[in-house]
């Protein structure tokens, strides 16, 4: 490094060393402006060397285990427009004194660390500041209303801190550039300020997970260039006049509204259109009572559906298979009646085994998630899933059910369907999760499943199926659990073998049955809920 005077830039990104971070580049180079050292092992804390670097612009060391509080001597750094330290172990307080000195700065990532305390209320004199990304700390108090003296915030991340307070001592209004809002999962209190709704560059906005309530007023319909909202889990009420403003969003894509209009009725107005790119729907967790409304069949570009944990009625409309783009339907823990409607069979897009085309700007990463041990990941925007779960659905498994070739995850457990497992199911060649535990199913497990080799969970327990267990292909990991509750199946490793057959008497399989079926609804019921609460909460921390 001695003879390397005229050293401008070093990029070791992406890379995997290890030790700590050197100190020496601007004393060899008085000229040396960039160092990008993310996605490495370094450890350690930050060496106090870098303040001496007169002309260091851009300082990026996110992704790595770097340890310990921020040195005064970083902020001797006067020239630094860039510092970014995301997803690293940096402790302690963000001084209000020394980060004024940093008043180039114009781009601040320090997001999932470990810093307490509050925001300096000195970052209102950051005046270049364009992005301020904060989250994922254990950052409290309230938000200081200078914030609103950084006039040029494009970007403001907060997400996962300890904050409280009223967001309204914040004037949004002097924030015009202001493209992204995000202040998930804290502890903000009140309503949404009326001055955010003078942000009309605003494309990003996400205030779930906190204890915002009241009506949304119709002001919101001034943030014509929204994308995304997410609004979950506050106290806001009023589902219809919410739908009703949102509605006249039209570059919406992304709504989530679940956990708020709690015991509202769904509402079934005709007159609610518009949403004509809506991509994502979530009205979850509400107990909303009513039915699955027709308004929902008006949005053409729908992907992903999420009306689970409400008290919904009533049967699977059949124009479920006109919405073209639909993959992901989550309607559990509903009271939702009658037969599988054939026309569920007949979903577009869980019918269409192909890979998404990746250079369509309508698909972005997602991650799929099977168990907390297990982890798949796919370029599509959403995994390809039907979760009808914890309702009263009757009759059979229509066998039009193979025709979803799509499918990752089919999940018809808690529910009252009878007959075979039909032969088609074997068609899904892409499955990985089949839940079909806790129905009144009979017959044999089809051997033809035993050609689904992706399958990685599957549940048939307490059902009434019987002869052997399949113990070729993916049958072979699968727990014993996954077939309990079904005395008439036979297996080597089932208390029943196969040969020589033994029949219990009539009376004893039905009470042990029974008393079987109460326990394992108890027991399967928590781990039904775990696992379906953790795949949901995987959604929600994706979107918020």
């Known amino acids: 490094m001695g003879e390397m005077s005229s050293l401008v830039a070093i990029n070791a990104s992406n890379n995997s060393f290890t030790g700590h971070i050197p100190s020496s580049f601007c004393i060899s180079s008085p000229s040396f402006a960039v160092l990008d050292l993310c996605y490495n092992h370094f450890s350690g804390g930050i060496p106090p060397g870098i303040g001496k670097c007169s002309a ?22 006067t020239s630094l427009e860039h510092l970014s330290f ?89 924030l015009p550039n202001l493209k992204t809002l995000d202040l998930c999962t804290n502890y903000f209190t009140g309503t949404i300020p009326a001055s955010i709704y003078s942000c009309t560059n605003l494309t990003w906005l996400r205030i779930s997970f906190n204890k915002l309530h009241g009506h949304l007023p119709e002001k919101i319909e001034n943030l014509k260039s929204l994308t995304f909202v997410s609004l979950s889990y506050n106290k806001f009420t009023n589902i219809t006049g919410a739908l009703h403003i949102f509605k006249n969003l039209r570059n919406l894509t992304t709504l ?83 037969e599988l409607p054939t026309t569920l069979m007949e979903m577009p897009m869980l019918r269409a085994d192909k890979i998404a085309d990746h250079s369509n700007p309508r698909f972005f990463w997602m991650p799929v998630f099977v168990a907390p041990s297990l982890q798949y990941h796919t370029i599509n925007a959403f995994p390809k899933r039907l979760n009808l779960g914890n309702n009263k659905f009757s009759g059979v498994i229509p066998k039009e059910i193979g025709q979803l070739k799509a499918l990752l995850s089919l999940n018809l457990s808690f529910n009252n369907l009878q007959g075979e497992i039909p032969q088609s199911a074997s068609n899904l060649n892409n499955l990985m999760v089949l839940d079909l535990s806790c129905n009144h199913l009979t017959g044999a497990i089809p051997p033809s499943l035993v050609k689904l080799h992706f399958l990685s969970k599957f ?7 019987e002869g052997p267990v399949p113990i070729t292909g993916q049958f072979s990991t699968f727990p014993s659990s996954s077939f309990a509750g079904n005395p008439k199946l036979c297996s080597p490793m089932l208390l029943h073998h196969c040969n020589p057959p033994e029949a219990d008497p009539v009376s004893t399989i039905s009470t042990k049955q029974y008393v079987d079926k109460v326990v394992f609804a108890i027991a399967f019921g928590v781990s039904f809920g775990v696992g379906v609460l953790y795949d949901q909460v995987i959604i929600s921390r994706f979107f918020g």
């Not at 925001?119 to 301020?132: A, I």
């Not at 549940?459 to 199926?465: A, E, F, P």
């Open 256 to 338: 989530l509204i679940g956990g708020n209009f709690m015991h509202e009725d769904m509402p079934e107005d005709a007159t609610i259109h518009g949403f004509e790119n809506l991509q994502v729907l979530g009205i979850n967790d509400c107990a909303l009572t009513g039915k699955i409304p027709s308004w929902i069949s008006k949005l053409s570009k729908l992907e992903l559906l999420l009306l689970y944990n409400n008290q919904l009625s009533g049967p699977i409309p059949t124009w479920i298979n006109s919405l073209n783009f639909l993959k992901y339907v989550d309607l559990s823990n509903n009271s939702l009646t009658g």
């Open 459 to 465: 549940n048939i327990s307490y059902n009434d199926l």
């Open 56 to 77: 260091l612009r851009m300082l990026k060391a996110g992704h790595n285990n770097i340890s310990g509080a921020l040195p005064d001597d970083l902020f001797h750094a």
């Open 86 to 174: 995301p997803n690293n172990g940096l402790e302690g307080t963000i001084d209000g004194e020394l980060v004024i000195k940093l008043s180039n700065l114009v781009f601040l990532d320090l997001g999932e660390n470990r810093f307490s305390g509050k925001l300096p209320v000195s970052m209102g004199q950051l005046k270049k500041l364009e992005e301020l990304r904060m989250d994922h700390n254990s950052l409290s108090g309230e938000l200081p209303s200078t914030l609103a003296n950084c006039t040029n915030l494009a970007a403001v991340v907060l997400k996962s801190n300890k904050f409280t307070g009223d967001l309204a001592k914040v004037n949004f209004s002097s």
